[in-house]
Nanobody, 126 residues
């Protein structure tokens, strides 16, 4: 059974940083990728980043390029999302998901993803 669990969300002031973690279990497909997405109240789900499990290749949405970065953790099937210089408009529920390799989903389309975590809330406010 595939399971994804996000953690690390919380309240942070504008300009601050957070690191989200995604722990995935129940799958061992080396060519898969883990993507990060977010959904703000009243808005659609937005793709933020993608990292291919096999070789660590990454892609980013233009909206977060230069502020957010994703990386594989030392623990197997763990992926992080480092978020810097956070803004109030970054407030959202953040999700990780498993899907095809990043080069097959260059627009980080949430509809291409197969399995999802339940999300972690990030609130950026003073």
């Amino acid at each position: 059974q595939v399971q994804l669990v996000e953690s690390g969300g919380g309240l942070v002031q504008p300009g601050g940083s957070l690191r989200l973690s995604c722990a995935a279990s129940g799958f061992s497909v080396d060519y898969a990728a883990i993507g990060w997405f977010r959904q703000a109240p009243g808005k659609g789900r937005e793709g933020l980043s993608c990292i291919t499990k096999r070789d660590g290749a990454t892609t980013y949405a233009d909206s977060v390029k230069g502020r957010f970065s994703t990386a594989r953790g030392n623990a197997r099937n763990t992926v992080y999302l480092q978020m810097n210089n956070l803004k109030p408009e970054d407030t959202a529920v953040y999700y990780c998901a498993i899907g095809p390799p990043c080069d097959l989903n260059p627009r980080i389309d949430y509809r291409a993803m197969d399995y999802w975590g339940k999300g972690t809330l990030v609130t950026v406010s003073s």
